[in-house]
């Protein structure tokens, strides 16, 4: 429950970020006069950074980035892997066994050497990072959807729609997914901290998009300015920490929920 | 081990590397069209240069001709030339390569103490060890790893002094024999400690749920009404059983810590593979990327395959599969 309460703070403060606070505050021309890696006092609750930004006001606005990621990337990875999954379990055969077949290359391939070769050769932007977290991520849930549709494919109401002459279309529909969703919702909820790690490492190593700023790009800047040899603790901690609470709160959620779902679970 | 299976791995495993090697050739070539313009964007070269440098990199000639030529280059153990001073991707891996064998191996060896702590959190369920164990995975989960390194660093390098802050030893240091040894030990032990700790995690888990798949299976009982000492019970049947997940998974585990080992080995300016990744990153240094990525690939599906391959001595039942 706390994790749930977590992470609806996380997203209402990401939301009203732009209401509250400029983004002017950035600008080299305003943030000229400020003191430059200063520690956090009353003025700067989390210190400043090499430039003179405020690292309270950099962790809001990342917080935007670094869930906006996680959620598009998320949405992309479980549409592929539903497509693929669905199409696959449903088809069987020659079908099956080439999608399987290229799920397994993609499963094999390290993933984040993959993302990281993807998004050197691509431009630099939001989507380009969601993509890439997209094309790495859909195998293991199309895996598990697949699965999921072997066994509903099996049963009796299936049959008996096919025997009343149901299309295929009507059958993947309206027995089918229905009967698959449960499944998709708590991998979803589990995806989205692998997106925020994933993004967050990208960003990292300086492949994210230069004009926003998120929790990995902080990362980055701190390494830049070698906050860590410097003693500049504020500049890294506060993203690192975020990071982990938002992780920690989809993960604790997402494990309820999959036991909520299916409580074969609930006995580990 | 039945021949069949070892070669039907093997295919497999063969079919995974040809997949890599396309993809690698469809990412460098066909999505960034003109490698040799990105390369050098914003310098103003003129364009006689460009047409030979497109010549260096095999850029010249129609696609398949390309391919055709880049396959054969790899055949013969040719990955190109690295744009930062014109040497040859293969040597510069070469170099970096023992640095990171040696600390992925340490760290891994620190991780798999998660597979003994995961079989004894999974075998005393619910207890406090075990929710120790559990929460403590799941908050080394929730971190980068380069992140942890980057606490660890602030802490017992900056602050502490205990350790170097970086490399693979002391600059400028002339040592030899035994004293060297010790020097590039002092230095690998935090991002060792860092990587083992990011990924003890994943071994528990994976060790803890495999040890709970066994707990009610009759054997267990069986033993237990022989009158064998709980101890026993679990070192001489559960353990044993339990151990099959943890092979496969273990080879997963080795393609996330070579993953993870490319920020934590640029957070300590430790000169192996994954530094030579964040640099090529950052060049961006394009064939020398599609050379790493080449190799980190080839190494995770050769570990995958000794995985699989383990599994069949230990279970023969997936043999005739």
Known sequence: MASLVLLIGFVILAIITPWITDRADFNAINTGDNPTNHPPDGDYLLGTDRYGRSVALQLMWGARVSLFVGFAATVLTIVIGVLIGLTAGFFGGWIDSVLMRITDWFLVIPFLPTAIVLAAVLERSLWTIVMV?????????????????????????????????????????????????????????????????????????????????????????????SAVTSGHWWYYLPPGVAIMLVVLAFTIFGRALEEVLDPRLRKR | MRAGFVIRKVVGALSTLAFVVVFNFFLFRIV??????????????????????????????????????????????????????????????????WPTVLLVGTSTLLAMIGITLGYRAGWRRGSAFDTTATSFSMLTYSMPEFWIGMVFLGFFSAKLGWFPV????????????????????????????????????????????????????????????????????????AVPNARLPVVSLSAINFGFIFGGAIAVESIFSWPGIGQATYLAVRGPDLPMLQGLFLLISAGVILANLVADLLYGKLDPRVLGR
């Not at chain 1, 499944?183 to 490492?201: N, Q, W």
């Not at chain 2, 690295?82 to 040597?91: D, E, H, N, Y």
């Open chain 2, 166 to 237: 970086g490399g693979l030893e002391d600059p400028g240091s002339h040592a030899s024999g035994l004293s060297k040894w010790l020097d590039e030990l002092h230095h690998m032990m935090l991002p060792a400690l860092v990587l083992g700790i990011a990924y003890v995690g994943e071994y528990m888990i994976v060790a803890r749920s495999a040890m709970i798949e066994t707990l009610n299976e009759d054997y267990l009982q069986l033993a237990r009404a022989k009158g064998m000492r709980e101890d026993e019970v679990r070192r001489r049947h």
């Open chain 1, 133 to 225: 977290i997209g094309i790495t991520s859909w195998p293991s849930s199309a895996r598990l959807i697949r699965s999921q549709v072997l066994s509903v494919r099996e049963r009796l109401y299936v049959d008996r729609a096919r025997a009343l002459g149901a299309g295929r279309l009507h059958i993947v529909g309206r027995h089918i997914l229905p009967n698959v969703t449960p499944l998709i919702l708590a991998s979803a909820t589990l995806a989205v901290p692998i997106s925020i790690l994933t993004e967050t490492t990208l960003s990292f190593l300086g492949l994210g998009d230069p004009t926003e700023i998120s929790w990995g790009g902080m990362l980055d800047q701190a390494q830049q300015s």
């Open chain 2, 32 to 97: 960034n069209r003109d490698p040799v313009n990105s390369m050098f964007r914003g310098r103003n070269l003129k364009p006689e240069k460009l047409e030979e440098l497109r010549r260096k990199f095999n850029l010249d000639g129609s696609k398949w001709d390309q391919f055709v030529a880049y396959v054969r280059q790899l055949l013969h153990g040719d990955l190109g030339y690295s744009l930062k001073g014109s040497r040859p991707v293969a040597t510069v891996i070469g170099e970096a390569l």
